[in-house]
Nanobody, 122 residues
Framework: QVQLVESGGGPVQAGDSLRLSCAAS????????MGWFRQAPGKEREFVAA????????YYADAVKGRFTISRDNAKNTVYLQMDSLKPEDTAVYYC???????????????WGQGTQVTVSS
């Protein structure tokens, strides 16, 4: 399995931007579709974005469409989530995941990182 480590989270103000990174080791991510999910306190884990193996296809939750951008650099074995125009409701722990296909269903991803906290204050 591929090991994943997220970074880049932190406290920001509403309207700010953050870029999350997900560094992979153990295996190259070129063999995986990659996804970002988030979980806020007291809420279920929810889909944020996904990208196909070679980056040709990207998919977003309605809540982040137009504000977040997922990308990947297979040469660096890293996936990114650029988050712009952040809102307080984006506050959550953000997780990256690797799986066989770009899916919005968390159970279709086999490998997960430990998460990085994003806190957006108004």
């Amino acid at each position: 399995q591929v090991q994943l480590v997220e970074s880049g989270g932190g406290p920001v103000q509403a309207g700010d931007s953050l870029r999350l990174s997900c560094a992979a080791s153990g295996r190259t991510i070129s063999g995986y579709a990659m996804g970002w999910f988030r979980q806020a306190p007291g809420k279920e884990r929810e889909f944020v974005a996904a990208i196909s193996r070679i980056g040709a296809g990207t998919y977003y939750a309605d809540a982040v469409k137009g504000r977040f951008t997922i990308s990947r650099d297979n040469a660096k074995n890293t996936v990114y989530l650029q988050m712009d125009s952040l809102k307080p409701e984006d506050t959550a722990v953000y997780y990256c995941a690797a799986g066989p296909g770009a899916s919005s269903r968390f159970y279709e991803y086999a490998s997960w990182g430990q998460g990085t906290q994003v806190t957006v204050s108004s």
